[in-house]
């Protein structure tokens, strides 16, 4: 069989492997020349730095749903462990760090083991964990900010620091993707999560142990998102109880932009990556527009959501047609 040649198929696959970052780069060609503001260091470095937290949830949520599942949570989780952060900051910066993370790994656990063991759809465990831990961030506030005491400026850096240039949540974002990507496509549990996303059944059948992957992949996610927490505590400078509100679906949106299926198999965090930043980018020239109401960003991120979805299922029958 003759393996096809020319542009067309050329460019069919690179889309088809690199579609998300070939969107970024065109998109931002284009917006630097319609926005000599676009093009700026300090613009780029603030969407850079905006995206990274919810970019951090993204990467945990990228190994959930290639393994076919979801996770509703992290948007209370990022509140919870921001409170904790405001709340430890004045005792101990270690506890403060600690203990948020810590909380975050029990959600995680809580969250697999009723998916696992209790065998209850991801979607209904993770909205009912999210509706509890909202509900403790609400009890333990009073619906008021927490602030953040930092006489030693630690928690100052963190949210709002650099390193050589570079803004230190974007710097953590950064080397957390790189992390996962050489996880996801260099172990055997990257490659797991795979498999148990095409066929959960066929996985078991290989000696997968499916509910450890789920149980990683749930865990890393709520660290992940407990970790955002912290940063953006650090950067607000006060733990909030609606903290992280909606950004659940702002990780998913990521996620299906950057071209990983959310029924499951195939992704990458790399893709994620692409994805979170095509979706700040589109806010951040949104907001260059200035005479845009701001609600539109809504609007238009649901409309670009729905059609990567649209585009992922008509190339999945189209494939089980082949």
Same mark, same amino acid.
Not at 197 to 220: D, L, Q, Y
């Given at each position: 069989m003759k393996t096809?040649?020319?542009?067309?198929?050329?460019?069919?696959?690179?889309?088809?492997?690199?579609?998300?970052?070939?969107a970024l780069l065109l998109m931002m060609a284009i917006?630097?020349?319609?926005?000599?503001?676009?093009?700026?260091?300090?613009?780029?470095?603030?969407?850079?730095?905006?995206?990274?937290?919810?970019?951090?949830?993204?990467?945990g949520m990228t190994f959930v749903i290639i393994s076919g599942g979801i996770d509703l949570s992290i948007g209370s989780t990022i509140a919870l462990s921001g409170i904790l952060l405001a709340k430890l900051s004045g005792s101990s910066v270690l506890l403060a760090i600690v203990v948020p993370l810590l909380v975050g790994a029990v959600i995680g656990l809580v969250n697999a083991f009723i998916i696992t063991r209790?065998?209850?759809?991801?979607f209904i465990a993770t909205l009912a964990v999210q509706m509890a831990v909202r509900g403790v961030a609400y009890? /333990?506030?009073?619906?008021?900010?927490?602030?953040? #005491?930092?006489?030693? &400026? *630690?928690?100052?850096?963190?949210?709002? @620091?650099?390193?050589?240039?570079?803004?230190?949540?974007?710097?953590?974002?950064?080397?957390?993707a790189i992390v996962a990507a050489v996880i996801s496509t260099r172990?055997?549990?990257?490659?797991?999560?795979?498999?148990?996303?095409?066929?959960?059944?066929?996985?078991?059948?290989?000696?997968?142990?499916?509910?450890?992957?789920?149980? /990683?992949?749930?865990?890393?996610?709520?660290?992940? #998102?407990?970790?955002? &927490? *912290?940063?953006?505590?650090?950067?607000? @400078?006060?733990?909030?109880?609606?903290?992280?509100?909606?950004?659940?679906?702002?990780?998913?949106a990521g996620v299906a932009i950057g071209?990983?299926?959310?029924s499951g198999g195939t992704g990458g965090i790399g893709k994620t990556v692409c994805?979170?930043?095509?979706?700040?980018?589109?806010?951040?020239?949104?907001?260059?527009?200035?005479?845009?109401?701001?609600?539109?960003?809504?609007i238009i991120m649901g409309m670009i959501i729905l059609a990567v979805i649209i585009i992922q299922n008509r190339g999945k029958t189209g494939g089980e047609r082949a």
């Open positions: 096809k040649k020319g542009f067309m198929p050329a460019l069919s696959n690179l889309l088809a492997r690199h579609g998300s970052l070939v917006a630097s020349i319609i926005y000599p503001e676009f093009r700026t260091m300090r613009n780029i470095t603030n969407v850079f730095r905006q995206m990274s937290m919810v970019g951090l949830s993204a990467v209790l065998r209850v759809v991801p009890v /333990i506030t009073d619906m008021q900010s927490v602030p953040v #005491s930092d006489e030693k &400026g *630690i928690f100052t850096f963190i949210g709002r @620091g650099y390193v050589l240039g570079i803004p230190f949540p974007v710097l953590v974002f950064a080397v957390v172990t055997g549990y990257g490659r797991s999560t795979f498999a148990i996303g095409g066929n959960e059944n066929a996985a078991r059948m290989m000696g997968i142990r499916v509910e450890r992957s789920k149980m /990683i992949s749930f865990t890393t996610t709520s660290v992940l #998102s407990a970790l955002a &927490g *912290i940063i953006l505590s650090a950067r607000l @400078g006060a733990g909030q109880p609606l903290g992280g509100q909606g950004w659940e679906m702002d990780a998913i071209g990983t299926l959310l994805g979170v930043l095509i979706m700040g980018f589109i806010k951040n020239i949104i907001n260059l527009q200035g005479n845009v109401n701001s609600y539109w960003q809504n």
